[in-house]
């Protein structure tokens, strides 16, 4: 059974950071592509970040780029998400997501289609 699990949100002030985690287990994701997206309340889920099976691209959602940082180990299933300069408006639950059936894009992917499995997601609090 395949599993993703997040873990480092929690409750910040304003212009503070958190690094979240996600480690992936049941099969490997390797050659795979993962990403975080988030939901706020109310809100429709949305693309936060992504890193190609290599490590070699990210891409970010226009409002964190310069304050969030992607990275991951695919070979070891786990990809982590550096939140600095975090925002009231961050406030929302972040999901882990990973692509399972084609391997080794160069394209990051940012559609939530195009994810196949998913945590459960970690809360991220900012207050003003």
């Known amino acids: 059974q395949v599993q993703l699990v997040e873990s480092g949100g929690g409750l910040v002030q304003a212009g503070g950071s958190l690094r979240l985690s996600c480690a992936a287990s049941g099969r490997t994701f390797s050659s795979y592509a993962m990403g975080w997206f988030r939901q706020a309340p109310g809100k429709e889920r949305e693309f936060v970040a992504a890193i190609t099976w290599s490590g070699g691209s990210t891409y970010y959602t226009d409002s964190v780029k310069g304050r969030f940082t992607i990275s991951g180990a695919n070979a070891k299933n786990t990809v982590y998400l550096q939140m600095n300069s975090l925002k009231p408006e961050d406030t929302a639950v972040y999901y882990c997501?990973?692509?399972?059936?084609?391997?080794?894009?160069?394209?990051?992917?940012?559609?939530?289609?195009?994810?196949?499995?998913w945590g459960q997601g970690t809360q991220v609090t900012v207050s003003s």
């Open positions: 997501a990973a692509e399972g059936n084609r391997p080794f894009r160069a394209i990051v992917p940012t559609r939530r289609e195009e994810y196949h499995y």
